[in-house]
């Protein structure tokens, strides 16, 4: 029943590890958004595809990665991860160029 | 600037009373605001949308538009403890000849707390 999901809800590494994070719809959407919501609640875009494409990519740092096996799936992958990525990702879905966005209930990332 | 600013709050109000939420936007040629709530812990929803100049209700909520001012404002009359929440006002940034692709700039969101 799930609309838009994520796995897992808690992570917590070390310093220099590499992580993901995956996120599934089912609401037939074909856009799909990664956000990071920082400790004082701003929420930033950082990646967005439509049908597997990437179509938005913000000033993010290279080490963190997207991808979309297909439209119901986004996953994001990070490498050597940082304190400064401690924050709560976001994955969100959409009709193609609309802004009734629907999203996941969150991954909390905490670098230790 | 911010593209998107709001006040942070906290805003605290009554139980019953009517509570109003700023956001102001620098983009003069911006065309469509949302707000999405956020509840502690949870994720964003999206509760309502306007476009044009005006007021838009939709039950307890409404939302006023000023796009001469360049700002949004959501007012939730009969204000219950289950509104306290942060809410969040979003604006589509306007690129020239195309469309944003369902980017959303979201403003810092203002956490509303309503005591009983």
């Known amino acids: 029943d799930t609309a838009v999901s994520q796995t897992p809800k808690y992570l917590v590494t070390q310093m220099g590890n590499d992580k993901s994070i995956k996120c599934e719809q089912n609401?037939?959407?074909?856009?799909m958004y990664w956000y990071k919501q920082d400790s004082k609640k701003f929420l930033k875009i950082m990646f967005s595809?439509?049908?597997?494409?990437?179509?938005i990519n913000e000033t993010v740092p290279n080490r963190f990665s997207p991808k979309s096996p297909d439209k119901a799936h986004l996953n994001l992958h990070i490498n050597s991860l940082e304190l400064g990525d401690s924050a709560v990702y976001f994955c969100?879905?959409?009709?193609?160029?609309?802004?009734?966005?629907?999203f996941g209930p969150g991954t909390r990332l905490t670098v230790l | 600037q911010k593209e998107v600013e709001q006040n942070s709050g906290p805003l605290s109000v009554p139980e019953g009373a009517i509570a109003s939420l700023n956001c102001t936007y620098s983009?003069?040629?911006?065309?469509?605001f949302f707000w999405y709530r956020q509840y502690s812990g949870k994720s964003p929803e999206l509760i309502m949308s306007?476009?044009?100049?005006g007021d838009k209700e939709d039950g307890r909520f409404t939302a006023q538009l000023n796009k001469a001012s360049q700002y949004v404002s959501l007012l939730i009359r009969d204000s219950q403890p289950s509104d306290s929440a942060t809410y969040l006002c979003?604006?589509?940034?306007?690129?020239?000849?195309?469309?944003?692709?369902?980017?959303?700039?979201f403003g810092q969101g203002t956490i509303l707390t309503v005591h009983p």
């Open positions: 969100a879905s959409s009709h193609r160029n609309t802004y009734e966005q629907f």
């Open positions: 609401l037939g959407h074909d856009t």
């Open positions: 595809y439509n049908n597997k494409e990437l179509i």
């Open positions: 983009d003069r040629v911006s065309q469509s």
């Open positions: 306007i476009y044009s100049n």
């Open positions: 979003a604006v589509p940034p306007v690129y020239a000849g195309g469309t944003s692709y369902g980017k959303l700039t």
